[in-house]
């Protein structure tokens, strides 16, 4: 199993700025995966990050709009760069252990 | 590309009672996951059952099972004996066989439970 400690829980940012999301892992794991859930709506992947590697990202996102850091096998980093009211989301880090999927508590991002 | 349908936004059940949330999915692999994911308010997302597509016995977690049907690519979540604590969204969710491959949600079932 694996424990995901994500910060911060919430935030209410102005548009234009960015936020860092913070994704904690008590075991080293090769794959970290960053989600998105819009309001009322699935989870869909932004992209997944491999230590010592570039991230790669899903069709629709870009490194840009949202670099990503894995800085080592237990931490990894999402920024929500220049943003709009659109990006008012919940955030979601996610690992994998065996067959099993595990995810943070997510942050949930309103931008005004 | 893999999609996964939940055609059910919204189920009731009352407390005891059973409920069967559904969901089906398209892939022309033939070794992948199948996986149902509680998310309740908190939003932690959390595993409620797995199934393997070898496998042709249906998953069974305590209250939980599903009813796996591969050729027409079905994968049911019956909940039996509901609980107040049951309540949630719930997203079914498949996963290619390949090691590290993205999860693909669908897109997810409110359940609420009527004591």
């Known amino acids: 199993s694996a424990v995901i400690s994500q910060k911060p829980s919430r935030d209410i940012c102005q548009r234009g700025t960015s936020l860092t999301i913070q994704c904690q892992v008590d075991?080293?794991?090769?794959?970290m995966f960053w989600y998105r859930q819009q309001p009322g709506q699935s989870l869909t992947l932004i992209a997944t990050?491999?230590?010592?590697?570039?991230?790669?990202?899903e069709s629709g996102f870009v490194i840009d709009k949202f670099p990503i850091s894995r800085p080592n096998l237990t931490f990894s980093t999402l920024t929500v760069s220049n943003m709009s009211p659109e990006d008012s989301s919940i955030y979601l880090c996610?690992?994998?252990?065996?067959?099993?999927?595990?995810f943070g508590q997510g942050t949930r991002l309103t931008v005004v | 590309a893999q999609t996964v349908t939940q055609s059910q936004p919204e189920m009731s059940v009352q407390e005891a009672e059973t409920v069967t949330l559904s969901c089906t999915y398209d892939t022309s692999e033939s070794d992948y996951y199948l996986f149902w994911y509680k998310q309740p308010p908190s939003r932690q997302m959390i595993l409620v059952i797995r199934?393997?597509?070898?496998?042709?016995q249906n998953a069974t977690e305590n209250r939980f099972s599903v009813n796996f049907q591969k050729a027409a690519k079905s994968f049911s979540l019956k909940i039996s004996d509901s609980q107040l604590g049951d309540a949630a969204m719930y997203f079914c969710?498949?996963?290619?066989?390949?090691?590290?491959?993205?999860?693909?949600f669908g897109t997810g079932t409110r359940l609420a439970v009527r004591p």
């Open positions: 969710a498949y996963r290619s066989g390949s090691s590290g491959d993205k999860l693909t």
């Open positions: 996610s690992v994998e252990t065996g067959l099993e999927a595990f």
């Open positions: 075991s080293q794991v090769t794959m």
């Open positions: 199934q393997e597509a070898y496998k042709q």
């Open positions: 990050a491999n230590q010592g590697s570039e991230a790669t990202y």
